[in-house]
């Protein structure tokens, strides 16, 4: 059913010629490129977790960025050092990564106080109920979405993944069935969304990202791996157990012609092609 496992494997099967370590940096070896940050917000917490990595490509996946964010007055102190070759070599080009969770932040300014290749770069982190903002001046450092929005309390979001279109039938009915539990439509703040979930960090650092358009609905691109794709958003505060329990009926009954995938503010995920086994 699921269509992205082609490209990873193909990806990977290009990738392979990692065996020879002759250009690549030492342990410790410095920072050379523009370090590029984006953000996630982690639930059911609400903690903001920063994810680094660097511009420049290596030939292992699996290369570490040195990073290190500590509190000061006001705000954090985020410093990059240098670049740490792999012992065992990942297969396959990617940029040196690493993670930084600052926390569950108050409403406010933060400050940023950041070091990387020789500069100093100041910067501020704008907190509100609806997003998270990063005004940070700088060729160093940069934040390709400064902006990221928020999702209101007792949300429900997803989509359902399908190989033919006829199947956007089976879909619709679903939706409206999941309606007839007590959700109802939500239109979301246009913008950019990332989200990972405590117990079910799924498969990327970024965790759950997509954008919403001025509609309001969800649009996740082509970064599901399925041909066809319908997004959803739906504000739920009652018990989640006929959730799950719909979830897993699509799953039974729909098999690998239809999947769906719901998440909650709650901290809850549930997997149509899992509960249906």
């Known amino acids: 059913m699921r269509m992205g496992w082609f490209a990873v494997l193909a990806s990977a099967l ?35 977790v920063l994810y680094c990595r660097t511009a420049r490509e290596y030939p292992c996946v699996n290369y570490t960025l040195a990073a290190q964010a500590q509190t000061n007055r006001g705000g954090y102190s985020l410093q990059f050092d240098h670049v740490v070759a792999p012992a ?4 396959a080009i990617g940029p040196a990564r690493a993670e930084l969770e600052l926390g569950t932040l108050g409403d406010g300014e933060h400050t940023l106080a950041m070091r990387a290749r020789g500069s100093r770069l100041a910067g501020t982190l704008h907190v509100s109920a609806g997003a998270y ?20 309390a007792n949300t429900l979001w997803g989509y359902f993944g399908y190989a033919t279109p006829e199947r956007r039938a089976d879909a619709d009915a679903v939706l409206a069935e999941l309606r007839g539990l007590g959700a109802t439509p939500a239109t979301l703040a246009a913008g950019h969304y990332s989200v990972r979930l405590r117990e079910h960090p799924g498969a990327t650092l970024e965790g759950d990202a997509f954008t919403v358009d001025a509609s309001g609905s969800p649009d996740y691109g082509a970064s599901t791996g399925y041909y066809h794709v319908l997004p959803f958003a739906l504000t739920h505060s009652g018990d989640l157990t006929a959730v799950r329990d719909l979830v897993a009926r699509v799953g039974r009954t729909h098999g690998d012609a239809v999947h769906m995938r719901v998440f909650s503010t709650r901290g809850t995920a549930f997997y149509s092609w899992v509960l249906g086994r």
Do not use: Y
């Not at 342990?27 to 590029?36: E, H, K, M, N």
């Not at 065992?88 to 297969?91: I, L, R, S």
């Not at 990063?134 to 928020?150: H, N, Q, T, Y």
């Open 14 to 48: 290009l990738f392979t010629a990692c065996t020879d370590h002759s250009f690549a940096p030492r342990q410790g070896a410095p920072l050379d490129s523009q370090v590029l940050i984006g953000l996630t917000e982690v639930l059911p917490e609400h903690s903001l």
């Open 88 to 91: 065992v070599c990942a297969t």
């Open 133 to 152: 903002a990063v005004d940070a001046p700088g060729d160093a450092v940069s934040f390709p979405e400064p902006i990221l929005r928020r999702l209101p």
